[in-house]
């Protein structure tokens, strides 16, 4: 008996321990990430969701430990939300709708263009190359709480392809891109390089700002418009009222003729070769993956991630750590404190891993 009594206290410390060890890494993560719960009920309900989480992340890196998986993951200012919020606040691609049987009318003209595909190749892809060591990345930013990844895509390309061309590195203003660029029916084929044999004549512009867009939109605005810099046109977390001025414009109407499509769509091999020969590429991937969001550094994959792609990056470089383990080198748009200081490294030549080579172009300049 006096065993059975000394068995449920030992239980009862135990539990009443880790609930109190739970409570304090809670009140940890409140203060680090400043999580302001006013309501009991509210701060209970996202402490739930942490929880989830806490669990998960301790499981998984007694894995990376193990050496079962190649990356690790962490609590982060994500950590609290649920799967609907992270989709509705920190992602935001949306896929351009093509539309082929277009007809123009009379007096509308569609100008035909050569295919950029054709253009010689190098006859050597190195093994490993990174666009941060020519000083062509600008520094990673922040999307917050907008649903703007397609903006913090468009404006780190254009920013990295107009230093190529002119050895000037400008912030381009994703803000400007949030309030100004808005949704419609082009008819340019000038603007779009499709391979051959396709019949592109016109796409839908996408472009919500904080509900959401396609970097390819974007770069469709900067060649119909002008686009200022961050100092000039700052970004504010929320969609305004667009403030376009026709001065001090660092990237004017005209500089974009539009953008390139990285064919074939889905191969990796012709991905790398756009990276090296052409610069940091734009792409859309899955990102709602838990172990994606909590991710903390190494090359991440996951069986969960093949799918239907919602959020937009920059693909700045690839290299590997040796047989199988092939990488590519990613900006993201949710602040330096996520992942390895703002990037991350997506497993390369692992089936398109989380889509990343499906939907990828670069603005031409």
């Known amino acids: 008996m006096r065993l059975y009594i000394l068995s449920i206290l030992l239980l009862s410390f135990f539990i009443s321990l880790a609930y109190s060890q739970n409570n304090d ?4 993560f409140k203060k680090k990430h400043k999580k302001l719960n006013t309501r009991p009920d509210f701060d209970a309900f996202r402490k739930n969701v942490w ?85 062509a990345i600008t520094p990673v930013r922040n999307q917050l709480t907008c649903n703007s990844c397609w903006a913090f895509a468009a404006a780190a390309a254009l920013e990295s392809f107009n230093f190529r061309k002119t050895g000037k590195m400008v912030e381009f203003s994703e803000q400007n891109l949030i309030d100004c660029a808005k949704s419609g029916l082009f008819v340019d084929r000038a603007a779009i390089v499709e391979p051959k044999g396709t019949n ?21 605005f900067a060649k119909y418009n002008s686009v200022k ?24 109407s005209g500089t974009t003729p539009g953008f390139v499509h990285v ?19 734009a792409a859309a991937m899955y990102s709602s993956d838990p172990t994606f969001i909590s991710y903390a550094g190494g090359i991440y994959s996951s069986p969960n991630c093949n799918k239907v792609a919602d959020h937009s990056v920059l693909i700045v470089g690839y290299g590997s750590e040796g047989p199988g383990k092939d990488f590519y080198i990613v900006k993201n748009s949710w602040g330096t404190d996520w992942g390895e200081k ?10 398109n891993m989380c889509s990343i080579a499906s939907f990828t172009s670069y603005p031409l300049l």
């Open 25 to 28: 890494e809670w009140e940890k």
């Open 51 to 135: 929880k989830e989480n806490f669990i998960r992340v301790q499981k998984h890196n007694q894995d990376f430990e193990k050496g079962k998986v190649d990356y690790k993951i962490e609590l982060n200012s994500f950590s609290d939300w649920t799967d609907t919020e992270f989709k509705m606040l920190s992602t935001g691609f949306i896929p351009n709708d093509k539309v082929s049987e277009y007809v123009p009318a009379e007096d509308e003209e569609i100008i035909e263009t050569i295919d950029d595909n054709e253009a010689t190749k190098p006859t050597v892809i190195p093994a490993a190359f990174d666009w941060r060591t020519r000083n």
């Open 200 to 220: 592109i004549k016109a796409f839908q512009y996408t472009a919500s700002g904080c509900n959401g867009g396609n970097f390819n939109s974007a770069f469709m």
């Open 229 to 252: 810099d961050t100092k000039t046109y700052p970004f504010v977390n929320k969609q305004q009222t667009c403030k376009f001025s026709a001065s001090y414009n660092y990237l004017t």
């Open 263 to 281: 064919w074939p769509r889905g191969n990796e091999t012709a991905l790398v070769e756009a990276i090296f020969t052409k610069g940091p590429i």
């Open 342 to 351: 703002g990037y991350f490294r997506l497993a390369r030549n692992k089936n």
